[in-house]
């Protein structure tokens, strides 16, 4: 069965620093999406993308966040100059247009 | 404002039913979905509804009235894997996801 993959599963970083967070989703889903959860709260939605640009975007993504689709199957997550407050799970998601979201693994950020 | 609602936990015994509530309001509806998450997990799809009645799938049904802004997710014949987090979401006018702070279930045997 197809389904999304993440990597890495865990990255630790340094606050400052840039980290890229990997997504392959699933290869004929045409939405992308980004998710964020902090230990022990909501699930929040950062962006999705369709068609090679952002469809949407929340109040979160700031200009510290950004996202590629540098080839035909990667969708990345770029966090510039990283806060403690990254610290979170990274979820990314896939569907097609009417279906539910499928997502992936998740990565762990950890800021220190 | 866009606002999901459900209980911020609940407690069910292994063999029973038990019935999570989610109320919301949002600009805008195109479908409604319920996830189970396991901790330190994804969230993993169970049900969507869109018009309003019951789907059934196994174990899990889905209610949805979108008059009442209300749905619920019923689980019979609990198991101890069932405890989880119950997460519920709308889908509004853009399309975008809105999340509830979802519902821990707590199996006890």
């Known amino acids: 069965e197809p389904e999304v993959t993440q990597t890495p599963s865990h990255q630790v970083t340094q606050m400052g620093q840039e980290v890229i967070l990997r997504c392959v989703p699933i290869s004929n889903h045409l939405y992308f999406y980004w998710y964020r959860q902090i230990l022990g709260q909501k699930v929040e939605f950062l962006v999705s993308?369709?068609?090679?640009?952002?469809?949407?975007k929340s109040e979160i993504f700031d200009d510290q966040f950004s996202v590629e689709r540098p080839d035909g199957s990667n969708f990345t997550l770029k966090i510039r100059s990283t806060k403690l407050e990254d610290s979170a799970m990274y979820f990314c998601a896939s569907s097609s247009p009417w279906d539910e979201q499928f997502f992936g693994p998740g990565t762990r950020l950890t800021v220190l | 404002g866009q606002n999901i609602d459900q209980p911020t936990e609940m407690t069910a015994t292994e063999g029973a039913i038990v019935q999570i509530n989610c109320t919301y309001q949002t600009s805008g509806f195109n479908g409604l979905f319920w996830y189970q998450q396991h901790a330190g997990e994804a969230p993993t799809f169970l049900s969507y509804?869109?018009l309003d009645g019951l789907e059934e799938k196994g174990r899990f049904s889905s209610f949805l009235s979108r008059s009442k802004g209300y749905s619920y997710l019923l689980l019979k014949e609990l198991q101890m894997k069932d405890s989880a987090s119950y997460l519920c979401?709308?889908?509004?006018?853009?399309?975008?996801?809105?999340w509830g702070a979802g519902t821990k279930l707590i199996i006890k045997p």
């Open positions: 993308f369709y068609n090679n640009e952002i469809s949407e």
């Open positions: 979401a709308v889908r509004d006018s853009n399309y975008q996801l809105i």
């Open positions: 509804n869109v």
